[in-house]
C-alpha cells in the first residue's frame, strides 16, 4: 500500500502500512519532503501497520529528522514493534529520533522533541 498523509488535530501523520520496502521508498520521500517544504511544525510517521522495514526506508526518516531539527519542527515515530523494533534497534535510530508506542500516544504527548 502507498504510504499516506492526513492532517489530525496538531500534527500531519504519515502512515505506512504492509513492507516498508524499496517498492515504497520514492513516494515516501515525496511526501516527506512535501512536510518539509509546508514547513510543518508537528509530523509523526505511524508504523502501526508496518511489518517489515528496511534501510533505504529508515534512511527517508534519517533525512526528516535532519531537516526537523534544524527547522526546530516536531517530529516522532509511533507504533513500532515486531520486527520493524528489531531493525530500528539494530540500526539505532531510538537513540535519538523520539518513538512512542503508538499513534494515539503521539498525538497526545505536548512536546515531542524531548520523549526518547
Known amino acids: 500500500m502507498k504510504p499516506t498523509a492526513r492532517t489530525e488535530s496538531n ?7 504492509g513492507d516498508a520496502d524499496l517498492a515504497v521508498v520514492p513516494e ?4 516527506v519532503r512535501e512536510q518539509m517544504k509546508a514547513n510543518v ?4 510517521i505511524d508504523f502501526t501497520k508496518v511489518t517489515f522495514v528496511n534501510t533505504p526506508v529508515w534512511a527517508v526518516v534519517v533525512e526528516y529528522f535532519q531537516h ?5 519542527t516536531e517530529f516522532a515515530l509511533a507504533g513500532i514493534q515486531g520486527r520493524v523494533e528489531a531493525s530500528f534497534k539494530i540500526v ?5 529520533i523520539t518513538h512512542l508506542p503508538t ?5 497526545r504527548a ?3 522533541t524531548s520523549r526518547r
Do not use: T, Y
Request: zero cysteines; glycine letters at 10%; proline letters at 3%.
Open 11 to 17: 500534527a500531519v501523520v504519515i502512515e505506512l502500512e
Open 28 to 31: 515516501f520521500q515525496k511526501l
Open 41 to 44: 511544525k508537528r509530523l509523526i
Open 68 to 72: 526537523a531539527s534544524g527547522a526546530g
Open 92 to 96: 539505532r535510530l531510538g537513540d535519538f
Open 103 to 107: 499513534l494515539d500516544e503521539a498525538l
Open 110 to 112: 505536548p512536546d515531542l
